[in-house]
Each structure stands twice: as structure tokens, then as C-alpha cells.
């Protein structure tokens, strides 16, 4: 099946990506469907993307601090 590409870009479907197909009084449904690697299933629970938020929440309002390479943060973090 061929899906035109402003319509993949829109819906971010890749070339294998799966797609649910369902019959609907309109016509057809076409649903994408990412798969998740389980090794990165955690990024997306509910807490862990609330953390996420939060975080670019405290980067917009110029919280936090930045380091210039890990050494540096070790170095903060032994204070």
C-alpha cells in the first residue's frame, strides 16, 4: 500500500512501520502503531514522562545547573 508522504510525515510512519487497518462506517481507518523496545519501555510510563516535563519545566525557567563534562557534575556532586 502506498500512503502519500505528506501523510507519513504527519503521522511520522517510516517505510515497515505497522499500521491497524479497521473498517469504519466512513471507510477505512488506518491506525500507526509504534512498537517499543521493552529495554526502553520505562521512558514512557506516565512517571517517568512527568519527570520529563517537569525537568524541561525547570530548564525553561533557568533552574538547574550545567556542567561542562561528567567529571565536572562527579566533582558537584561530592560537595
Not at 510512519?13 to 500507526?32: A, N
Amino acid at each position: 500500500m502506498t500512503i502519500p508522504a505528506e501523510v507519513r510525515r504527519a503521522a511520522h510512519l517510516e517505510e515497515g512501520d505497522p499500521v491497524e487497518v479497521e473498517i469504519v462506517e466512513e471507510g477505512i481507518l488506518l491506525r500507526p502503531q509504534k512498537i517499543i523496545d521493552a529495554t526502553q519501555a520505562w521512558f514512557w510510563t506516565p512517571e517517568w514522562q512527568e519527570s520529563v516535563r517537569r525537568s524541561i519545566e525547570q530548564v525553561a525557567a533557568g533552574e538547574g545547573e550545567a556542567f561542562a563534562d561528567g567529571d565536572e557534575f562527579l566533582s558537584a556532586l561530592g560537595d
